[in-house]
């Protein structure tokens, strides 16, 4: 079945330690995003990438990294700029049909990040 | 600048009955609206989307949503609610002209559905 996967499920920060999630689709997807979520603030977007090897930062880009190498793969990387990490992260992807913006975004099952 | 608003934290229903989960946007040109769907510990799910054309939409597990320009509102309904519907809601926004930028989300609504 095609769709995202996200890993790992949980994960555990040591103070000054970067740590990097991964997000891998085969939806042959060209645009992939990442967003951070905390309860009540709803999704905010962190870096989002419309092709391989560009990207662009979103509303909270301070603190974390991103690549875009393959069309598949887009791992973000939370450093330890990131004075507070501790959230749930969700990736996403969607077509870019011929540049229209009306397709869907579709989720893989998040990150839950925790500071040790 | 984009925005969505769902101005409700919290909506309760009974079964049964039907439920209305509200959400108002703001885009500079015309906009495509999403609902989505959240169950804990999980991602998002996609239920229906307004592109043009009727102001209805249809989606995903008996939701609709109606579309309204002039009041910049694109409200969930459900005639009759179910407990499995007990979830986190989510409306999005993208700008028309703005192709290839990510979703705007509202900060979402928590529905709760009693037996």
């Known amino acids: 079945d095609g769709g995202i996967t996200q890993s790992p499920k949980y994960l555990f920060r040591k103070e000054g330690q970067n740590v990097t999630l991964s997000c891998e689709q085969n939806l042959n997807h060209d645009a992939m995003y990442w967003y951070r979520q905390d309860p009540g603030q709803g999704l905010r977007l962190i870096y989002y990438?419309?092709?391989?090897?560009?990207?662009q930062k979103g509303d909270i880009a301070e603190g974390y990294s991103v690549s875009r190498e393959k069309k598949e793969s887009f791992p973000l990387t939370v450093t330890s700029a990131q004075k507070n990490p501790t959230a749930f992260y969700l990736c996403a992807s969607s077509r870019q049909y011929r540049g229209q913006s009306n397709q869907p975004q579709h989720f893989g099952d998040g990150t839950r990040l925790s500071i040790l | 600048a984009q925005s969505v608003a769902q101005p409700e934290d919290q909506v309760n229903v009974a079964e049964g009955n039907p439920l209305t989960v509200k959400c108002t946007y703001s885009?500079?040109?015309?906009?495509?609206l999403f609902w989505y769907v959240q169950y804990p510990n999980r991602g998002l799910q996609f239920l229906l989307k307004?592109?043009?054309?009727?102001?209805l939409v249809k989606g995903s597990y008996g939701f609709e949503a109606e579309f309204n320009k002039s009041q910049t509102s694109f409200h969930l309904k459900k005639p009759s609610a179910l407990v499995s519907d007990s979830a986190l809601y989510f409306c999005a926004v993208r700008d028309m002209r703005q192709a290839g930028t990510a979703l705007i989300f509202g900060k979402g609504t928590t529905l709760s559905v009693s037996s």
């Open positions: 990438s419309q092709i391989v090897n560009d990207f």
């Open positions: 307004y592109i043009t054309g009727d102001n």
């Open positions: 885009v500079s040109g015309n906009p495509y």
